[in-house]
């Protein structure tokens, strides 16, 4: 017993991952945090994604469970569950069985390397990014076998057109990270890294995030990011593998029950994985806002101020609309229930001001909030842009995403190199 | 003990135990029992998956992690994605009713058993204390996997396989420019 807790608190005050302190509970208890961290997240983004579509179409979106609808998702999650779970007479049943699996295993098994801050992170591997782009282009064979499986057409339809976009646009989004990694190099060492912390700590070494680096070459390469990882995840703008106008559903409409909703769960999961991407490569990972121009104790102070402030605000929205809400009977205990949710918010927001909570929160806060600004844009995406055509899908990623890519990692290679080549060249002219 | 293994001794302890080896071998001859004995040609696709993402692991237990990453991208992720969007538009009914043959299982028993002799030979060279791999073969940390495979590939002194390399990635052209022109009626 004494040893165990030895074991345990040998872990605390270190400066390593648990992964890379070999420390196996505290290895555990973060993969635990972060899957329940990411099943609240998936859960907080359907009632937000609903919500935002909703005021973005004039619309209320879900109002009636719980005060403007805060607990429509546990109740979506409640009837899946009690669903009836139908098997397709003609399907293969054992693949039919397997395939959401696949993709959930591919979703969630990224987050191993996800840096939510210098020290938070399950793991740092030598391959992170690899790791990452290899094991979420696994999520493709799920959906594949999951339309094949199904012995409909919309399904195989739907598969086939998914399996083709997610292929294609892996090329464009491989060479944009290529880009990003080169610029890791560029230190004194000049050895580039590809594990994700390591990239967010050449961010911090080099005083700039990689979406500003050779100015406008990062930018170029975010954009194609940004780009692909929309088709990548088959979100609107290019959801063409669930076009429900042409497909139904796609690649899941034979399922239902607990099997669609881990589908679900896998789509919103990558979305957040592949938006970690992009936030640990070009927006400085866990870094606060301006580090170098904004440094010194008082700015340090300001901005740790800022996750409580931020929840603070939060549970004021909340006791805001408790006086707005109607005065009537029938609303006391809907009325009593946002009050509560307030108090929570408010009350988390006063823990994390307390100054241990403060120094540890404040990456994890800084890298959510970058996240939850990718996730807002998508939410925006689906409310803005019309569906493309698949042949315009795939004009846009082979004929422009491609070689603008190409073109970007030569540059990049060339500006970053451009001492030690005017160098050579003198040499060769002297 | 080859010397240069101890030379630079791991900082945590290994992950890579018999448990593992078993565990992933297992899973890899189980794979590739199904491959071909499965009648269903997609089941023998996922089963072959099966088996390259267990090889992967067996990168990872010999501290190569980028070859595992690799291996993850191209084959699991890449290559077994395209055989199964060709397998899955042929027939399955007419699949099941026909009978498995190969006309090729003689040869197939002739190389199986030159590669079990060749291990087997190597097997009992390295019991009698021959040691193998050979010695001065350098073993890197894994946490310099991907840095040390770049310097063997492109550094100036150190890099043996440059030429190698782009030889291969010569093939690799060659036929992605014959793909375009076989599947491209007018160019």
């Not at chain 1, 104790?297 to 006086?323: E, K, R, V």
């Not at chain 1, 241990?356 to 929160?361: A, F, H, I």
């Not at chain 2, 100036?156 to 093939?171: D, Q, R, T």
Request: hydrophobic fraction near 55%.
């Amino acid at each position: 017993m004494n040893d165990f807790v030895q074991y345990v608190s040998s872990y605390l005050g270190s400066d390593k991952t648990p992964g890379a302190a070999g420390n196996f509970f505290w290895a555990t208890v973060y993969v635990l945090l972060v899957f329940v961290g990411l099943s609240v997240a998936v859960i907080a983004m359907n009632w937000l994604e609903r919500k935002i579509l909703a005021h973005m179409q004039i619309r209320l979106g879900p109002m009636r469970v719980g005060p403007h609808g805060l607990l429509q998702p546990i109740a979506d999650a409640l009837k899946l569950l009690l669903k009836e779970d139908i098997i397709p007479d003609g399907a293969d049943k054992i693949v039919f069985w397997i395939a959401p699996f696949i993709v959930v295993l591919a979703a969630f098994s990224v987050f191993v390397v996800v840096p939510f801050g210098q020290t938070h992170a399950i793991t740092d591997m030598n391959i992170g990014i690899l790791f990452m782009l290899g094991v979420s282009s696994l999520s493709v064979l799920g959906i594949v076998t999951a339309g094949w499986a199904s012995n409909s057409h919309y399904p195989l339809i739907g598969a086939l057109r998914s399996s083709a976009q997610m292929v294609s646009y892996e090329v464009a989004m491989g060479l944009a990270v290529v880009s990003a990694i080169l610029m890791t190099s560029l230190n004194a060492a000049n050895t580039g890294t590809l594990s994700m912390i390591g990239i967010v700590e050449a961010q911090k070494q080099q005083e700039i995030w990689f979406l500003f680096k050779f100015f406008p070459l990062g930018i170029i390469a975010f954009t194609i990011f940004a780009i692909a990882m929309v088709a990548e995840t088959n979100r609107a703008p290019f959801d063409l593998p669930e076009a429900e106008s042409e497909l139904t559903a796609g690649f899941h409409t034979e399922y239902s029950g607990f099997r669609w909703s881990l589908f679900f769960l896998a789509e919103y999961s990558a979305m957040i994985a592949v938006s970690s991407i992009a936030v640990t490569l070009w927006l400085g990972g866990w870094l606060r806002p301006f580090p170098n121009a904004l440094q010194g104790s008082t700015w340090d102070l300001a901005f740790s101020l800022i996750p409580g402030l931020t929840f603070l605000f939060l549970g004021a929205i909340c006791f805001y609309n408790t006086a707005r809400m109607p005065k009537h009977p029938l609303f006391r205990i809907q009325t009593i229930g946002l009050a509560g949710f307030g108090a929570v918010l408010a009350l988390i927001g006063l823990v994390m001001f307390l100054q241990p909570v403060r120094d540890r929160v404040g990456d994890i806060f800084w890298f959510s909030a970058k996240v939850a600004g990718f996730m807002y844009l998508y939410i925006w995406y689906r409310g803005t842009f019309p569906r493309y055509r698949f042949d315009q899908l795939m004009k846009v990623g082979w004929k422009v995403l491609l070689p603008t890519g190409l073109a970007l990692l030569i540059l990049t290679a060339i500006v970053g190199m451009r001492t030690e080549l005017v160098a050579q060249v003198r040499e060769v002219f002297r | 003990m080859n010397p240069s293994l101890t030379a630079n001794p791991p900082v945590n302890p290994p992950v890579a135990t018999p448990f593992f080896f078993y565990g992933l071998a297992a899973i890899m001859i189980i794979g590739g029992i199904l491959v071909i004995t499965r009648k269903n040609a997609v089941h023998s696709a996922l089963a072959l998956i099966t088996t390259l993402l267990a090889q992967a692991g067996l990168y990872l237990m010999l501290y190569a992690p980028f070859v595992a990453g690799v291996q993850i991208i191209l084959y699991a992720g890449g290559i077994m994605v395209l055989f199964l969007f060709v397998i899955m538009l042929i027939s399955i009914e007419r699949q099941e009713k026909e009978r498995q043959f190969n006309k090729q299982w003689l040869v197939g028993i002739v190389a199986a058993g030159a590669l079990g002799g060749l291990f087997i030979a190597v097997y009992t060279t390295t019991a009698k204390g021959i040691l193998f791999p050979p010695v001065g073969r350098e073993s890197y940390v894994e946490g310099q996997n991907t840095q040390e495979i770049a310097s063997l590939l492109f550094d100036m002194h150190k890099g043996m396989y440059m030429f190698a390399f782009e030889i291969a990635s010569l093939l690799l052209l060659v036929a992605i420019i014959g793909a375009v022109v076989m599947a491209k009626k007018r160019i």
